[in-house]
């Protein structure tokens, strides 16, 4: 079935957010590099790597239903952060506006009947869920460290460890 002009716009507009979040990810990491915070810019890379994957699922799925792609432009991530879980907080911030992208397209999806898009956008309503918890943890995280420099090394350890167990 085809679909309609609408939903392609919105599913185009999906993959922008999601190479946005590349991109956004890309300068958080950026920021830690530079800050030889190099566990948690190994972290933020691999998330970043993983929403370019998003964008591409997204991708791959206006082919399959031969819809056009339609490239729009991104937006200039922020790149002044005032501590690392400026950086988190503001990813999760991110992370919950486009929760609320999925979700609204979600319902519309369903209120037209459109049944294989829900069933398409369910994936990202549970990666969505995962990507929030794994924010918030590292808030909490970098809550409890509060300016001492041994925990936050530990902590950055940890992020390192992380990014290379998702690597497999
Ligand atoms: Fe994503
Ligand atoms: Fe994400």
Not at 21 to 32: M, N, T
Request: charged share 30%; glycine share 4%.
């Amino acid at each position: 079935m085809q679909l309609s002009k609408d939903l392609i716009q919105n599913l185009n507009e999906q993959l922008n957010r999601e190479l946005y979040a590349q991109y956004f990810y890309l300068v958080i990491a950026s920021y830690f590099f530079e800050k030889d915070l190099d566990g948690f810019g190994e972290f933020f890379l691999k998330q970043s790597q993983e929403e370019g994957e998003h964008a591409m699922r997204l991708f791959h799925y206006l082919m399959e239903k031969g819809a056009p792609f339609h490239p729009l432009p991104l937006e200039i991530p922020p790149k002044n952060y005032e501590s690392p879980l400026s950086c988190f907080q503001t990813a999760r911030e991110y992370e919950e506006k486009i929760s609320l992208s999925y979700y609204n397209l979600l319902k519309k999806a369903r209120d037209l009947g459109e049944f294989d898009v829900e069933e398409f956008l369910w994936w990202y309503i549970r990666e969505q869920r995962e990507e929030e918890a794994l924010m918030e943890t590292w808030i909490a995280r970098l809550s409890h460290a509060g300016n001492d420099p041994a925990a936050l090394l530990l902590l950055d350890k940890e992020a390192r460890k992380l990014a290379k167990a998702s690597d497999s």
